[in-house]
């Protein structure tokens, strides 16, 4: 197995120094973003030796990146679309995703119920194409479940209406957890990096981009970075970065809102990932994450603008429990049942006249009249060669040809052999770890869980299998400089711990204030902040007049 590289990305102690670094030299590639999509291309640039600045304007992950439906997957129902390049791209990239990152693209059955035999042959043929398209080994290939089948593997579906299934392979991962990983892979690789840390300026000299200029939003600092090239990859903050080129620039973007529910696997007790059918001919997924079972997602045009917390309606959630009332009957699920929810914005490439359902998911390079190249679009799955494409493009504004590089080795964390049970019986084993607690962790930090659990093994809340050694390690590796990147984007408690939400927080702000020096004020000005969030998650109003 090839080595691993892991940086740490700079946290609050360390800005001033690397602010200071970053204004030290010239760099390569300057990248605006911190998602996914910044985070993979600093990680392929580094692989091939380009020096690499990368600023996110607030926390790593925060926009589209940390709200998606947590799959590494093809797209399935892009085939009807007819993007099937698109889908052998993202189904073949599913494999070198989990080489890389075998604890963030956990295998899981995708179960397909269906009505009768007719339409389980009809399906059968569109997933064998698929598994074509992403050369899926024999021990993956599909299953035909019948009613003995779901009796044993989805026992609460009704049954008398849903008799067959068809199961096959998709991947389950952690959407921000990888844009972690992805980030201090390129910080190992020599890529200096500062979330909340907007880039407000983009330097011109001689008609061409030179350079950013970003301001810190805890110190105030400006900072002034020379580059020889600079990539726009802010998601759906695209358009707002594009004027900072060329004021001028016309629209490009169609966002999409896309809303999950979470709900306790006691009330929707579903075993596997499944795929629902709903009302306007749309599928929704309903997957069982150790005890929570979230449901989604929507796709509507939201024209608000680009906003870092678009609201759950409360016409989202009733969207979305719809169909489970026609695949659970016994479960009757409401509205209060629902304990965490997100939405986030899918920065889809316009196509006139085209609903967002029925929108490519295609991504788009194009070169702004100062040089800035901006990438658009895209599935998360798809970051790597999104990153490989953006390349060809950077390699152009740099002059020179970029030599070749492989996979790079694995992901922090990913370096481990097996699969996620085998890790967890090793964390139970060593540190004496609950299995909730274990597998939990595992998910998160794969192979530096053992890590981890050394900074601290106590639980930040009565029976939670959150532990105090998250905190530090996220504030100490992961840049976490807020009580909510703590909770949102680190730990995850927001999202996957229903029970554990509101009762972390205080501990997450006591742990952050020992670690860096917190007044009481900051403290309670920072679980204010949180609990708030947490609060308005779960505020389902009606949509704004």
């Known amino acids: 197995m090839s080595s691993v590289s892991r940086g740490s990305l700079p946290g609050v102690t360390e800005r001033e120094r690397a602010a200071s670094a970053l204004e030290a030299e010239t760099f390569d590639l300057a990248i605006i973003g911190g998602g996914i999509t910044g985070a993979g291309l600093a990680r392929e640039a580094g692989l091939r030796g380009l020096s690499v600045a990368l600023f996110e304007s607030e926390d790593f992950a925060s926009g589209t990146s940390s709200r998606s439906s947590k799959l590494i997957h093809g797209g399935l129902r892009y085939l009807a679309l007819g993007d099937v390049a698109l889908v052998r791209e993202s189904a073949l990239e599913r494999k070198v995703i989990f080489r890389l990152a075998p604890h963030l693209a956990e295998r899981r059955w995708m179960v397909l119920p269906v009505h009768s035999r007719t339409a389980l042959l009809k399906f059968r043929a569109a997933i064998t194409t698929y598994e074509k398209l992403g050369a899926v080994e024999r021990d993956d ?177 009733e969207y979305l429990l719809t169909p489970l009332a026609h695949y659970f009957r016994d479960a009757k699920i409401e509205i209060e049942d629902v304990r965490t929810a997100w939405a986030g914005l899918r920065p889809l490439v316009a196509e006139p006249g085209k609903p967002p359902t029925d929108i490519s998911r295609k991504d788009e390079i194009l070169m702004g009249r100062g040089g800035v190249v901006t990438i658009a679009g895209g599935k998360l799955t798809g970051y790597r060669p999104m990153a490989l494409r953006t390349l060809e493009k950077v390699a152009e504004v740099l002059g020179r040809e970029l030599p070749q590089a492989g996979e790079g080795g694995p992901l922090p964390g990913g370096d481990f052999a097996g699969e996620l049970p085998g890790l967890t019986h090793e964390l139970e084993r060593q540190h004496g770890l609950a299995r909730p607690t274990a597998q939990r962790l595992a998910r998160l930090y794969g192979s530096e869980a053992h890590e981890v659990v050394s900074l601290g093994s106590e639980s930040l809340a009565p029976g939670a299998p959150v532990i105090a050694g998250e905190v530090d390690w996220a504030v100490t590796r992961e840049a976490a400089v807020g009580v909510e990147d703590v909770l949102y984007r680190r730990t995850r408690v927001a999202l996957f711990e229903p029970d554990a939400r509101r009762a972390s927080a205080g501990p997450i702000a006591r742990r952050m204030q020992a670690l860096l020096g917190w007044s009481d004020a900051k403290t309670s000005e920072e679980l204010v902040h949180a609990e708030s969030r947490l609060a308005a998650d779960l505020d389902f109003g009606s949509a704004p007049a």
């Open 141 to 317: 290939l599909h299953q035909n479940w019948g009613e003995d089948e779901l009796a044993r593997e989805e026992p609460e579906l009704d049954r008398s209406e849903w008799r067959f299934a068809c199961a096959y392979r998709e991947y389950l991962t952690d959407d921000a957890r990888l844009v972690l990983a992805n980030l201090r892979s390129a910080a190992g690789l020599g890529m200096h990096a500062l979330n909340r840390a907007p880039v407000t300026q983009i330097a011109v000299e001689n008609g061409r981009a030179s350079g950013v200029t970003a301001k810190c939003r805890l110190t105030g600092r400006e900072i002034r970075v020379r580059a020889r090239c600079v990539v726009n990859a802010a998601g759906a903050w695209v358009e707002a970065v594009r004027r900072l080129e060329d004021a001028s620039a016309p629209p490009l973007l169609h966002l999409s809102k896309g809303v999950h529910i979470g709900i306790p696997a006691t009330r929707l007790p579903v075993r596997n990932l499944l795929l629902l059918n709903t009302d306007d001919r749309r599928g929704v997924f309903a997957l069982r994450r150790d005890e929570i079972v979230f449901v989604g997602t929507t796709d509507t045009t939201y024209g608000h603008g680009a906003d870092l917390w678009p609201r759950v309606l409360r016409a989202d959630v």
